[in-house]
């Protein structure tokens, strides 16, 4: 039913810029909140950044100033600007969804895409 995927993902030298796209396809109602979370080698899962449905936005410190989320509303896609990158950007990120649609669902994760950073 409802399926996120993920693409822009790949490889960037340090202090370089890569941006990351998230579609929403399926059957929903309404998305309450779209966010982009990550997860590196050995480490837990954490928030990236986050764009509620007024457009309203929320960042980890470590991005704040460099990394910038926005959305098209019509398309339900999330985007992930990511600027000045360093090697500790390095992860697998996911796109999250939360939201209403037809099924008992509320929360939507997609499959993870790497994005490396090299020194």
């Known amino acids: 039913q409802v399926q996120l995927m993920e693409s822009g993902g790949g490889s960037v030298p340090a202090g370089g810029s890569l941006t990351l796209s998230c579609a929403a396809s399926g059957r929903i109602i309404s998305i309450e909140t779209m966010a982009w979370y990550r997860q590196a080698p050995g480490e837990e899962r954490e928030l990236v950044a986050r764009i509620a449905g007024g457009g309203s936005t929320k960042y980890a410190d470590s991005v704040r100033g460099r990394f910038a989320i926005s959305r098209d509303n019509v398309r339900h896609t999330v985007h992930l600007q990511m600027s000045n990158m360093n090697p500790a950007d390095t992860a697998v990120y996911y796109c999250?969804?939360?939201?209403?649609?037809?099924?008992?669902?509320?929360?939507?994760w997609g499959q993870g895409t790497q994005v490396t950073v090299s020194a």
């Open positions: 999250n969804m939360r939201g209403l649609t037809y099924g008992p669902d509320y929360d939507f």
